[in-house]
């Protein structure tokens, strides 16, 4: 899988991420930390990464089962260092918390609660990936 992702600036620090395949979100921080709270900060959508793919991949485990997971529901609480004031500061620590459906037995939440570390975004976060930052020189 490719991704390819552009994020451009619109005002402040508000920024339009292109996600390609005519879809975009808006990225930017609190008013009180200099943006204009149009839309998420970066750090939110790290979580909301996590949750979503916690989420997405439980329920795909669960439907090769055919086990229902109506009513799942993934919490992502994100903290930083000390709970270091910093607007910008880097998120250190994750805590998913998991609320599976009534009328699973003990096997098959347990089961899930082992699917549940295995997401990709969460194996990413646990164990980090390459990342190489290069200049783009205008085309022409």
């Known amino acids: 899988m490719h991704a390819h992702v552009t ?6 620090l508000s920024h339009e991420v292109d996600l390609g395949d005519e879809r975009s979100i808006v990225i930017d921080e609190p008013a009180a930390d200099g943006g ?4 998420p900060r970066p750090s939110q959508l790290l979580a909301s990464s996590l949750a979503g793919c916690t989420a997405i991949t439980m329920e795909l ?10 009513g ?7 903290s930083t260092e000390g709970d270091a004031p910093h ?19 003990d096997e098959q939440r347990r089961k899930l609660m ?20 290069a200049e783009r020189t205008p085309a022409g």
Do not use: N, Q
Request: glycine share 8%; proline share 6%.
């Open 61 to 70: 485990y669960a439907e090769r089962k055919g086990w229902e997971l109506d």
């Open 87 to 105: 607007p910008h500061a880097s998120p250190t620590h994750f805590v998913v918390e998991v609320a599976l459906p009534d009328g699973l037995d």
């Open 72 to 78: 799942l529901e993934i919490t992502v609480d994100m």
């Open 36 to 39: 204009t709270d149009t839309g």
């Open 114 to 133: 082992v699917i549940a570390e295995k997401c990709p975004v969460h194996k990413l976060l646990e164990k980090g990936a390459e990342i190489t930052v």
């Open 7 to 12: 994020a451009r600036r619109i005002a402040g």
